[in-house]
């Protein structure tokens, strides 16, 4: 009775598919290679599971979207085979490809005979060439459909290889997941969606369009091209006082006698804090910033100084210095009229955090429901 009742409360999943391995998983699910049962042929399933706090009718529009894009036919995307929803799941089947650009990008130095941090030969780089040529088709095809659809987590594991091509194309873009239409300019979107390495800083806001997909395009080409050793040092980052592409340790002269005794590093910047208290900054200098646009440090007796970027008030220091700031600014901590000595501080893209030396914790900036002052709205506090 108990083997007849387990038979009977398959999926339909079950009903149909072995799996064979895990190959993918991220926020929004997973993805199996799997053997149809009936057919004996391999392909891809891709799981969705639903959040529990994600309302019916967000969940419809999930499932609408989803199915749509999953009826998409073309040479450019990967081919889906079929999709359905069970046990609070949605599933998509799909064509299965063994490889993905990840792997080419990890692995074409050795089958070129290339030692890491040498420049790429005429061979790697045409096949790069070619690789990027069809992935810029590809993404055109999605944003030239009408509506446009933006992709919103284009990466190199997203780009599959296929390796038996009828027509002369091997790229194939996948997943879909957090892809969605764009009806309109003034149309408004998730935010903070996609693999963060590759993720526009627009996605920060609701309003954003198409263009997010061709920021995660340029991160792709950088790391197929092997560009990322010169974009680290184009603005002089390294401090070596020139902004040449530098492959093995240099000495840095000026803080030899330093005795430094911390980095931080952003995007393109470094700063270093020596025993005094002493700052020394060097690489690009548009803003110094540790979030997207700001930066803030704490001196040896407990002090806090911010500089940079303020439209969300992030730096702390009022409304009377509400764009940005230059020079460093001493940052006050007062609840109930006592002024609080500060540990740490810790920078998030538009928002901060210090923490004081008994343990209190403070949050200002742009409210995205991440300052923990259990205020939903998107406002700035200061």
């Known amino acids: ?28 699910g997973e993805v199996y290679k ?87 030969k005429v061979f790697e780089y045409f096949l790069c060439c070619e690789i ?54 003034s149309m408004s979107h998730s935010r903070n969606v996609g693999t963060s390495r590759y993720m526009a800083p627009e996605f920060i806001y609701t309003k954003y369009n198409i263009k997010v997909d061709i920021y995660s395009l340029g991160v792709i080409a950088f790391d197929l091209f092997n560009l990322f050793d010169i974009r680290v040092h184009y603005y002089g980052s390294l401090g070596l006082g020139h902004n040449r592409a530098v492959n093995t340790p240099h000495i840095i002269p000026q ?7 911390q980095f931080i590093c952003g995007a393109d910047f470094v700063l270093s804090i020596n025993n005094k208290n002493s700052i020394h900054g060097w690489g690009r200098n548009g803003l110094a910033h540790c979030g997207y646009c700001h930066s803030l440090v704490v001196t040896g007796d407990d002090c806090v100084y911010g500089w940079g970027y303020n439209r969300d008030g992030q730096l702390g220091c009022g409304e009377q210095n509400a764009t940005k700031l230059i ?41 995205d429901c991440n300052l923990g002052h259990n205020i939903s709205d998107n406002i700035k506090i200061i």
């Open 1 to 28: 009775m108990q083997l007849l009742q387990n038979k009977f409360t398959k999926t339909f999943y079950e009903e149909c598919f072995e799996e064979i391995e895990l190959i993918g998983k991220g926020g929004f």
């Open 132 to 185: 990027f040529t069809e992935l810029l088709e590809s993404v055109r095809y999605l944003h030239e459909l009408c509506p446009p659809v933006i992709h919103r987590d284009l990466k190199p594991a997203n780009v599959l290889i296929s390796l038996n091509s009828n027509n002369n194309r091997f790229i194939k873009i996948c997943d879909f997941g957090s892809a969605t239409y764009h009806n309109m300019s």
């Open 34 to 120: 799997v053997r149809d049962i009936v057919e004996q042929e391999v392909c891809a399933v891709k799981i969705v599971k639903f959040l529990e706090n994600i309302d019916d009718s967000k969940r419809q529009e999930i499932i609408r979207e989803v199915q749509n894009l999953a009826n998409l036919r073309s040479e450019y995307i990967v081919n889906y085979r079929n999709s359905w929803l069970e046990n609070n799941q949605m599933y998509i089947e799909m064509d299965f490809y063994t490889q993905n650009l990840q792997t080419i990008i990890d692995n074409k130095h050795l089958v070129f005979g290339r030692q890491t941090g040498e420049p790429m």
């Open 255 to 261: 803080l030899c006698q330093q005795n430094i005794q």
């Open 327 to 367: 020079t460093p600014m001493q940052i006050h901590f007062i609840d109930n009229e006592i002024e609080y000595k500060i540990r740490g501080v810790y920078c998030y893209a538009n928002s901060s955090f210090a923490v004081t030396t008994d343990g209190r914790v403070f949050g200002w900036g742009r409210n």
